[in-house]
């Protein structure tokens, strides 16, 4: 986790298209971007901006997400999100998170992640298959 300090910032965009709008993700009936996909998209900023700083087989896993979804963006317009690392404690990354339509806020709020094992935690996650059988 060398370098991992707050302050690493990240960036991901979506065009919005029917299949990211509330009615196609079922978060609601009408054609805008939904919210599932904005936070889906503030999640990638986040994980984006410090899996670079991860050690080989490192990864991240979302833990909390605390968002305002601001105004609504139709089909055929750019969102872009936006993240900030603003404190490492141990495993666990905190960010701020935006997203803008233009230059419009349509979304704000914090994030968090844990970092893991990619190998231990899907051999966890898989044993639940094992448990059930």
Partial sequence: ??????????????????????????SGALEVFGTPSMIGLMEKAA??????????GQGTVGLRVDVAHLAATPI??????????EKVEGR?????????????LIGQGTHQRCIVDNERFLAKAQAKKQERA
């Fill in 76 to 85: 055929g317009m750019t969102v872009i999100a936006e993240s900030e690392l």
């Fill in 1 to 26: 986790m060398a370098g991992l300090t707050a302050g690493i910032c990240g960036r991901a965009e979506a065009e919005v298209e029917f299949e990211n709008t509330a009615a196609a993700v079922g």
């Fill in 47 to 56: 994980l984006q901006s410090v899996q670079p700083f991860l050690e080989a």
């Fill in 92 to 104: 666990m990354l905190y960010f701020q998170v935006r997203a803008f339509a233009g230059d419009e």
